[in-house]
């Protein structure tokens, strides 16, 4: 069935979305707001996104509640109240779900619909986007600009492990997790995987598994979370605060609302760096890394904090062999994405939870019973959980398959590692918005801030097109090479891109270019970069000619 035919120059809507996360219904707002008529494909039954999906026991936002929300309605953030520091996923999931039925977006979003392909037309004016969903056979959908929110984090990888199929028990990948739960009460649980996820479900699995195995490859720092109930007072107070909050959000590094204290941590003596970095890990959670200006510039720096956080390790954990497979040496703090935990450490102190180095003897199989190690030693397991993270940034955009005017997909543009524009679009692809990708700050920052960030930007643009009667707008190469080179700039005057196993280089990913993908310029300079790139009447975009003129 055609929502418009394919090929004439009748669209059935301006603009198609591609998913209902944040930053989904934010823009399904905002083109409402400009009266354009839009459509958002959601391939799950519901709302949300990542946090439909992401479903595991201890899910929760590292990200403090108070400010892991929109920003653009004062009403909206004067009526929803948190209930913890940090919202566990039911939460965010039904704080969405809240703000869907508020500014009544549900009929303008179909559910249960996967994109499964896209192809602008020949003079780059339009798209065609292919669906399936509940009724056989696909669907094509007509629209003039082609939009994707489709999240950072939403590919899932499964690591490629020979006798997958053969295991006996079950197994989960962490992102697509039952949404009626695991019981792994009396079960052998083994958890592959030590990022954000393995940290936060480790704990909770421990505490009803018979036995968790933790089969780690990389070990990681981590920062206690602290969490806690938000009092009625904490949230009087940061809801008569926002006006402040969202001002230093904005000029922020990061979309957090935090200042970078300003001291290096090589100009202050040992004993007063030390309790700075005991006040920060006892107030816990991602702050930690604002506690000096070059723990993320500067080697030496960086080691006094990750020198810290290990003998927090080695005072936690009793048994000395086990704290010593969790010091974490290849890599400094934060600079791969800092997890943050309840309990995480104190874990291993119980008696019914193995870690087990796959570094040093890594995982060669799946069998009936468990995982088997190349050493052969088998640990036999009832349920496998891989908390083994996703194929990050541009594995959302690339199974959308878009294919630009000559034909040309992603995939092939892309052979090399990915290229854009700002992170908001794609030579070569007409017309087609990348909100949140490669080469935007993203990752690197509070994930709502970036997004409404972008949406306001990318409505902005569409407001001008239309003013100026435009149809097409597609990114100049010549400033998406420029923009790479100052993308490559920005992450080497940080220590990001030494951090060898990090997914926002690819590593986590077999076979993907090594391209370090987010931008690591800061939030507020990024930000500021786009507000000029349109104040100049978008410098480095060719705009085709005003139809007028045409
Ligand atoms: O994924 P990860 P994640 N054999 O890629 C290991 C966000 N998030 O889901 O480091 C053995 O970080 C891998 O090892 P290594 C947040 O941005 C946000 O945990 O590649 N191990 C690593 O230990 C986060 O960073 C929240 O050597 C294998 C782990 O699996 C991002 O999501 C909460 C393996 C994967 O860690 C991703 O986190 C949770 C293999 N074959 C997550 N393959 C919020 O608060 C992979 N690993 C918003």
Redesign the pocket.
Known sequence: MVDGEVGNREFAFDAVVVGAGFAGLYMLHRLRGLGMSAVVLEQAAGVGGTWYWNRYPGA????ESYYYCYSFDRELEQEWTWTERYPRQPEIKAYLDHVADRFDLRRDIRFSTTVTGARADADGRGWTVTTTGAEAGERTVRCRFLITAVGC?SAA?V?DLPGLESFAGRWFH?GQWPHEGVDVAGRRVGV???????I?AIPVLAETAAHTTV?Q??A?YSIPARNGPLSDAESRRYKADYPQIREVQAQSTNGHPFVINQQSALEVGASERDAAYRAAWERGGLRFRAAYRDLLADEAANETASEFIRDRIREIVRDPATAERLLPRDHGFATK?PPIDTHYFETYNRDDVTLVD?RSDP?EAVVPEGLRLRSGTVHPLDDLVF????DALTGPLLRLDPAGPDGTTLGEAWREGPRTYLGLAISGFPNLFTITGPFSPS?LTNMPSSIEQHVDWIAGCLEHLRDTGTDRIEADPAAEREWAEHNRQAADATLLPRAA?S?YLG??VPGKPSVFMPYAGGFARYAATCTDVARSGYRGFRLGAPRAAA
């Open positions: 929760r936002c590292d990200s984090l990888n690591p962490t592959v995987g030590t990022g954000s996820t393995g936060q089969f490859r990389t990681n994405r796959v995982i908390a083994t993270g996703f990752v196993t997914w590593a986590n």
